[in-house]
T-cell receptor, first 115, second 116 residues
Framework: GAGVSQTPSNKVTEKGKYVELRCDPI?????LYWYRQSLGQGPEFLIYFQGTGAADDSGLPNDRFFAVRPEGSVSTLKIQRTERGDSAVYLCASSASGTGNSPLHFGNGTRLTVT | DQQVKQNSPSLSVQEGRISILNCDYTNSMFDYFLWYKKYPAEGPTFLIS?????DKNEDGRFTVFLNKSAKHLSLHIVPSQPGDSAVYFCAASGLVSGGGADGLTFGKGTHLIIQP
């Protein structure tokens, strides 16, 4: 079956611009996660949705970052006034329940480069 | 403060031999541990997991060992194959992790290179 799909796979933008990154989770997965992976680091948690609501957004670095999941399926990560330090691979993952001991399934990520 | 540590950035092993990847954690509230494998330009792929109530879990060539008293886990791959060359991430979860009970805290990864 289809896995987690992320678009675009690569995004180059100028400093100060606005970007949107899209995630289409595995069908039926209620839990959706966004992670960010910088060079030489492991993925770092950003935000977690259970259904339509953001259950935990404690990993968002500042108020330039925002994510939505209006219908409980597709999610969009939005970054305003991008900075060079935002350059990273943004990974989306979904899991069947989000209630414990359910492996996360990751997409291939969006590589964001801010010039 | 790194809660999940992989102290070896890289490891080189001959094909056919055993690969042992190590991971340490600091937070005793973690109750579920996972290993992910990552190829370049792809997302991490789930490999194997272990609950804190067990000390060993085996799946084919892959075995994960958990030593709770030492807060240490390891992944054994035997025999190692060329296709095993990848970056391996150790991850832990629990209600203290970001993002609900399944949210993961990752180590920095170990790049495993299988030499022919």
């Amino acid at each position: 079956g289809a896995g987690v799909s992320q678009t675009p796979s690569n995004k180059v933008t100028e400093k100060g611009k606005y970007v949107e990154l899209r995630c289409d989770p595995i069908s039926g997965h209620t839990a959706l996660y966004w992670y960010r992976q910088s060079l030489g680091q492991g993925p770092e948690f950003l935000i977690y949705f259970q259904g339509t609501g953001a259950a935990d957004d404690s990993g968002l670095p500042n108020d330039r970052f925002f994510a939505v999941r209006p219908e409980g399926s597709v999610s969009t990560l939005k970054i305003q006034r991008t900075e060079r330090g935002d350059s990273a691979v943004y990974l989306c993952a979904s899991s069947a329940s989000g209630t414990g001991n359910s492996p996360l399934h990751f997409g291939n990520g969006t590589r964001l480069t801010v010039t | 403060d790194q809660q999940v540590k992989q102290n070896s950035p890289s490891l080189s092993v001959q094909e056919g031999r055993i690969s042992i990847l190590n991971c340490d954690y600091t937070n005793s509230m973690f109750d579920y541990f996972l290993w992910y494998k990552k190829y370049p330009a792809e997302g991490p792929t789930f490999l194997i997991s272990i609950s804190s109530i067990k000390d060993k879990n085996e799946d084919g060539r892959f075995t994960v060992f958990l030593n709770k008293s030492a807060k240490h886990l390891s992944l054994h791959i035997v025999p190692s194959q060329p296709g095993d060359s990848a970056v391996y991430f150790c991850a832990a979860s629990g209600l203290v992790s970001g993002g609900g009970a399944d949210g993961l805290t990752f180590g920095k990864g170990t790049h495993l290179i299988i030499q022919p």
